[in-house]
């Protein structure tokens, strides 16, 4: 027990500082994203700012190559803007990943993850498992809605013939609700529609989570057709799976590169 405290107390105090600004930024955005769905641009600057001085004293130092820190952040910044520019990504996603390539441009001295791997670009590490935390979001809410469609709930039986693929997806990122307690967007958003003639109800994959001025006429429109359930899309926000992904990369360290090189070592 001791000899884990020593540990821990002998971190690098610049690799500390850098921890410690990651999972303060992350957890109480996080918490603000949960809450809101809105983060001021301010919290990146500042931590980015933080990060970029750091980053500086240790390119001065030579304990950070200039080369080092310019692939993180050229990597974080290309994944980060292409996923923006796909729709996959939010703004705030967007600025979570480039600060925090800022503040972790290489794997922290002195911190050895479990599995002991790690990419040799930090950041993409970060990303592998927050991915990893977001897919197992969906297989939580998969099994949630299996056991409740196995105690006999119907489901689906106000939408007519959707294929199986449909509900599948479906029941990996959506719960069908009581239309009463939605709360709308932006941290619900309707899975389902009605027809140009309004009378029959149909399921969609992905919601336009663009247009909350939208989604609020299809919840009117459903409940006067009289509709009493409604399956919504249940999402967590990314910058949660971010927060969790930095943390498992910490102390588990990348999941997803462990398993390939298994995999390629059989």
Known sequence: MTSNRREVFSLDP???????????????????????????DLIWLVFGGL?????????????LPLWGLGVSLAFS??????????????????????????????????????????SIVYPLSL????????????????????????????????????????RLVLMATGVKVDIRSVRGP?????????????????????PDIQDDDGAEEVFRRLKEHGAAEVWVSQTLPFLLFIFIG????LVIGDIALYSLVGLLSL
């Open 51 to 63: 990060g970029l001085v750091i980053d500086a004293y240790e390119v001065y130092t030579g304990a």
């Open 14 to 40: 610049i690799v500390f500082t850098r921890i410690l600004l990651s999972l303060v930024m992350l957890g109480y955005t996080s918490w603000v994203d949960m809450r809101t769905r809105e983060i001021y």
């Open 186 to 206: 932006p941290f619900q958003y309707p899975l389902e529609t009605l027809s140009d003639g309004g009378t029959e109800r149909r399921l969609i994959v992905m």
């Open 246 to 249: 930095y943390v498992v990369t």
């Open 77 to 118: 910044a290309a994944v980060s803007l292409l996923l923006g520019y796909m729709g996959l990504f939010g703004g705030a996603d967007v600025f979570a990943f480039i600060t925090m390539a800022i503040l972790n441009p290489y794997k922290p001295r002195g911190v050895n993850p479990w599995l002991g791997l790690v």
């Open 127 to 166: 990303f592998s498992n927050s991915a990893l935390a977001g897919v197992s979001f969906a297989i939580v809410l998969l099994l949630r809605n299996l056991l409740v469609s196995l105690r006999g709930r119907q489901l689906f039986s106000d939408y007519g013939t959707s294929p199986l693929w449909r």
